[in-house]
């Protein structure tokens, strides 16, 4: 088969490719690299984190102590039950089955919905109990309670972290509902078959990495100090 | 050379540059040599933007009052000299402009792996751009290029968060094009091009882009840390608050450390292809080479703390940065032996193109050796904050990279455009910029060693003579830099055509009509030799 002809035959084969194998291994290796990136850009919070974690432990105790743990950990099993919906998004890609892939995208999409729906409810509630680091931070009663072990100031370094991280969390998990979206228009017109569906796996791995990113999240923020 | 005197050949017709026509066919092209291009003029643009806040800071300074601005002015100048120097010009020189050109067509493929993406990091550049410029007009920074916290988030009321923004977005362009070049360099290789038969530039353009995609990603994280910090005033590096201004300083430095080798390695990879082209040999020591691009890359990032030398790191810790910071001065050495071996024995000419190279290996040498007065924790001691630093990586960034990227310009113009320049003014104007850039910061380094601190607008009466002789160099240094861009210019409507391999250089990029086609090749090619078989070209050409 001549180049033109391959190009002639997929319309998925981008020009810059000799075959579709090839452009599947690309697209596998761009968005491996990417999550790298990624990584290294929630690398630095991590590190930070850590390091104040070690400093004002007693603070984020008592911060971690505030957030509602089954809030949490409903996200949680909320997540882990899209990864597996996306999952079964990719091998419904694999195996051809348009409406399955359909299905399942939109499935996945209604649970990020879900978790950015119960992530609201908790910001909300952190500004009823005032514990928004600068913009709204007077915790009184039993919140100051909890948080004056450890040092306001500090509290207030923990909550810091609690919505960067979070919130840069929930931003990558929005910016993942828009390509899911993206996807389920393309499903839809059928542009997807078992030789072609890189972007869906694509997009599957990105989901994961979200995924994996909260997993890490979650302990780190609810579960502090022995709660339990 | 024999190539020279052959009658120039009919151009191709149909190439990249005249594919199609107006403004739309640049502004949403997906070529990769288009996108070059578009990068090029884009830089261009803030290098002089960035040199004239050079020009006026040299100025102020042949007078130990201050000859021309207010010191809140000098703060400003300084910043943003740094800001556009380094996130505008230095870091997307060379592998934005040359490497977007040259990857694909050195690895035989029609295009990097993702041309939209391609793209897309060219506006992402411009967007951060003119946030940046958007900053200097609103009233300018006076952190340093640096941010150090808690002056930048904390007390200064210039336009830090807008600056950030600016690089932050910068950077995504950055990540974008190191995770393309990496991906094209594993997967869109020609036939029989293994790894080690890979020119040195694709191995200097990998390791790069390994550390544009690790280390780009923790600036980014920073600089969004600082404007929250900035806007909201809570304490993440601010001691008042309860923050740690080290952590930022760590934070900073393990990007921007090997930031200076996202700067440097490019430039070598240039060399690595001048030299073996005008000395007519194989490069010396191949693997050696290629291998040393790969430590300089690993071990830049492990050497951030000796910026911190004097800030409050542990002196524990400072003893092991300094140890690590001396190891990499090894496969930095290894480079500048291996070319110079590759000259012996050469025959050499003196073409525009190794002029430059030959300037890069003097003053990378002479940057080089004054980092280990920099790594050696007592010595840094006295002259950490000195003009002796500041001579010392414009010995690497400017006479080390801009000198290979200038090099490198020369050295694949006439593919680029398919002209040739005036070999004349070319080797003029290296002349003129070695000359002036020496005779700016030589003086430089001994204003440090006497003690000169650096950024500040005044300085004691005694430093005159050395300064006004570095205001002096810096003249003689712009108008080097102004003529390449005159005859460049020039050369590209009244220059000679360029045949397709003008220097009688190897390597797939030589293989194809000057200019390029847009899809670089006609038929994908099948590589059967290692690189640099300069020898067998010989044999072959007589």
């Given at each position: 088969m001549t180049d033109a002809e391959a190009h002639a035959q997929n319309a998925g084969l981008a020009h810059q490719f000799e075959d579709l194998e090839q452009q599947q291994e690309t697209d596998a290796l761009g968005i491996w690299v990417f999550l790298v990136t990624e990584i290294m850009f929630f690398g630095g919070l991590f590190a930070s984190y850590a390091i104040y974690r070690w400093l004002y432990f007693a603070a984020f105790q008592g911060g971690s102590h505030i957030l509602?743990?089954?809030?949490?950990?409903?996200?949680?099993?909320?997540?882990?039950?899209?990864?597996?919906?996306?999952?079964?998004?990719?091998?419904?890609?694999?195996?051809?089955?348009?409406?399955?892939?359909?299905?399942?995208?939109?499935?996945?999409?209604?649970?990020?919905?879900?978790?950015?729906?119960?992530?609201?409810?908790?910001?909300?509630?952190?500004?009823?109990?005032?514990?928004v680091p600068s913009l709204d931070w007077?915790?009184?009663?039993?919140?100051?309670?909890?948080?004056?072990?450890?040092?306001?100031?500090?509290?207030?370094?923990?909550?810091?972290?609690?919505?960067?991280?979070?919130?840069?969390?929930?931003?990558?998990?929005?910016?993942?509902?828009g390509l899911l979206l993206w996807l389920v228009v393309r499903a839809r017109k059928g542009n997807f078959n078992p030789h072609y569906f890189a972007p869906v796996e694509v997009v599957g791995l990105y989901w994961h990495f979200v995924d994996i990113v909260w997993i890490f999240l979650f302990p780190l923020l609810y579960l502090i100090g022995g709660r339990y | 050379?024999?190539?020279?005197?052959?009658?120039?050949?009919?151009?191709?017709?149909?190439?990249?540059?005249?594919?199609?026509?107006?403004?739309?066919?640049?502004?949403?092209?997906?070529?990769?040599?288009?996108?070059?291009?578009?990068?090029?003029?884009s830089i261009t643009f803030f290098f002089m933007i960035g040199g004239s806040f050079a020009v006026l800071m040299r100025i102020n300074l042949t007078e130990p009052q201050g000859a021309l601005v207010q010191p809140e002015t000098y703060n400003k100048l300084f910043t943003l000299h740094g800001i556009v120097m380094v996130w505008f010009f230095l870091i997307p020189s060379i592998p934005a402009v040359l490497g977007?050109?040259?990857?694909?067509?050195?690895?035989?493929?029609?295009?990097l792996a993702f041309p939209k993406l391609n793209l897309l990091s060219w506006y992402i550049f411009i967007v951060g751009g003119l946030f940046t410029l958007y900053s200097a007009i609103a009233g300018?920074?006076?952190?340093?290029?640096?941010?150090?916290?808690?002056?930048?988030?904390?007390?200064?009321?210039t336009q830090v968060t807008a600056v950030a923004i600016g690089v932050f977005i910068t950077g995504f362009s950055s990540i974008l094009t190191g995770l393309n070049f990496i991906v094209t360099i594993h997967k869109m290789r020609a036939p029989g091009l293994t790894w080690f038969r890979m020119p040195l530039f694709l191995w200097s353009m990998y390791a790069t882009s390994i550390i544009l995609v690790?280390?780009?990603?923790?600036?980014?994280?920073?600089?969004?840390?600082?404007?929250?910090?900035?806007?909201?005033?809570?304490?993440?590096?601010?001691?008042?608050?309860?923050?740690?201004?080290?952590?930022?300083?760590?934070?900073?430095?393990?990007?921007?450390?090997?930031?200076?080798?996202?700067?440097?390695?490019?430039?070598?990879?240039?060399?690595?292809?001048?030299?073996?082209?005008?000395?007519?040999?194989?490069?010396?020591?191949?693997?050696?080479?290629?291998?040393?691009?790969?430590?300089?890359?690993?071990?830049?990032?492990?050497?951030?703390?000796?910026?911190?030398?004097?800030?409050?790191?542990?002196?524990?810790?400072?003893?092991?940065?300094?140890l690590l910071s001396f190891l990499i001065a090894i496969p930095s050495a290894i480079k500048v032996f291996n070319w110079t071996s590759t000259l012996y024995k050469?025959?050499?000419?003196?073409?525009?193109?190794?002029?430059?190279?030959?300037?890069?290996?003097?003053?990378?040498?002479?940057?080089?050796?004054?980092?280990?007065?920099?790594?050696?924790?007592?010595?840094?001691?006295?002259?950490?904050?000195?003009?002796?630093?500041?001579?010392?990586?414009?010995?690497?960034?400017?006479?080390?990279?801009?000198?290979?990227y200038l090099g490198g310009i020369h050295f694949w113009w006439p593919k680029i455009s398919g002209r040739k320049y005036p070999n004349g003014w070319a080797a003029l104007a290296a002349a003129i910029i070695f000359i002036g850039f020496n005779l700016t910061f030589f003086p430089q380094f001994i204003l440090g060693y006497l003690g000169m601190p650096r950024r500040y607008a005044f300085y004691p009466a005694e430093f005159q003579v050395?300064?006004?002789?570095?205001?002096?160099?810096?003249?003689?240094?712009?108008?080097?830099?102004?003529?390449?861009?005159?005859?460049?210019?020039?050369?590209?409507?009244?220059?000679?055509?360029?045949?397709?391999?003008?220097?009688?250089?190897?390597?797939?990029?030589?293989k194809t009509s000057s200019p390029p086609p847009t899809e670089n090749f006609a038929e994908i090619p099948v590589v059967t030799e290692e690189a640099y078989a300069y020898a067998a070209e010989e044999a072959a050409g007589d």
């Open positions: 509602d743990i089954r809030l949490g950990a409903a996200n949680t099993i909320v997540l882990l039950a899209s990864s597996l919906t996306m999952a079964l998004s990719v091998r419904s890609a694999q195996a051809g089955n348009r409406r399955a892939l359909v299905l399942f995208l939109v499935a996945t999409m209604i649970l990020g919905g879900i978790f950015l729906g119960v992530k609201a409810i908790e910001y909300n509630q952190k500004f009823v109990e005032h514990v007077a915790p009184e009663g039993q919140t100051l309670a909890r948080l004056a072990p450890g040092g306001l100031e500090h509290a207030q370094i923990y909550f810091f972290f609690y919505f960067a991280m979070t919130g840069l969390h929930a931003l990558h998990m929005i910016i993942g509902v | 050379m024999s190539t020279a005197t052959l009658e120039p050949r009919v151009r191709a017709s149909r190439n990249y540059l005249n594919a199609d026509y107006g403004w739309k066919s640049w502004l949403f092209t997906v070529d990769h040599k288009r996108i070059a291009l578009l990068y090029l003029v977007n050109f040259l990857v694909p067509l050195m690895v035989g493929s029609r295009d300018g920074v006076d952190t340093g290029w640096t941010f150090y916290t808690p002056y930048s988030s904390m007390y200064t009321n690790l280390a780009t990603p923790v600036l980014a994280i920073t600089l969004v840390l600082i404007a929250l910090e900035h806007l909201f005033h809570v304490g993440i590096f601010s001691p008042g608050l309860g923050g740690d201004p080290l952590l930022f300083q760590h934070l900073f430095w393990f990007y921007s450390h090997p930031a200076v080798y996202i700067m440097i390695l490019p430039a070598m990879g240039v060399v690595s292809e001048i030299i073996p082209c005008f000395a007519r040999k194989r490069i010396f020591g191949y693997k050696i080479v290629a291998f040393s691009s790969v430590a300089i890359a690993v071990l830049g990032f492990l050497v951030w703390g000796h910026h911190m030398f004097v800030t409050g790191q542990s002196v524990y810790a400072g003893l092991i940065f300094s050469g025959s050499i000419s003196y073409e525009a193109p190794m002029l430059y190279a030959m300037g890069f290996i003097g003053l990378f040498t002479m940057g080089g050796l004054t980092g280990l007065f920099l790594a050696s924790l007592a010595t840094d001691v006295h002259l950490n904050g000195t003009y002796f630093i500041v001579a010392h990586f414009h010995y690497i960034m400017v006479g080390g990279a801009v000198m290979g050395l300064n006004v002789m570095s205001s002096a160099g810096a003249t003689v240094l712009g108008v080097g830099y102004l003529i390449p861009l005159v005859y460049l210019i020039w050369s590209m409507r009244y220059g000679p055509i360029a045949e397709p391999n003008p220097w009688g250089a190897t390597g797939l990029e030589w």
